[in-house]
């Protein structure tokens, strides 16, 4: 994945906020909203220096662990496949936006903005830029950095449960099938 210091961080960051990394869009708004599977479903992109990672996680009951990993799958090669609206990705970049300001309010919150800048040897420039690249996402890219690194062929499903009672529904998502 692209880690902080590469020009698709950001890309990313806001592919992740519209997929799942933000409470109203689209993976809540599946397993959450439609299909009332988990409260708090939640993606994120995590960084270590000069790494980073993508991630989903979703509290869900024994009898819908199967379902809820197919809608998550769905919506993962959704936006691999169709570019977000210019009105959906504004959404999330007016979101992304303000959350940033409200990020650095506090001195504790100015503070791990300036040490995640400097743990990943990222230039200064980097927080007052930020919203900037942010606002210029365009929808294509979006799919780009999906399709370059959202991969589900490549990805490690960890599932938390009773085996005999979910086995069967995890049997679509084992390596070689």
Known sequence: MAD????????????DSLLGGSFAFRITSNIRDQKGYTYSPRSQVGTRKHLAYWLEAADVTTA????SLKEI??????????????????????YLAGLFVLKNTSPDGLIAQLHFVDSQGLERSFLSSYVQKV????????????????????????????????????KPYESGQ
């Open 135 to 170: 606002m210029a996402v365009t929808p294509q890219e979006i799919q780009r950095v999906s399709e370059s690194y959202i991969v589900p062929s490549k990805m490690t499903i960890i599932v938390v449960g009773d085996k005999a009672k979910i086995a069967e529904q995890l």
């Open 64 to 67: 819908v662990t199967g379902p």
């Open 4 to 15: 902080p210091t590469s020009p698709d961080y950001l890309v990313l960051d806001v592919m």
């Open 73 to 94: 799958f769905y919506e993962i090669d959704r936006i691999r496949k169709e570019p977000p609206s210019a009105q959906e990705l504004k959404g999330i970049q007016n």
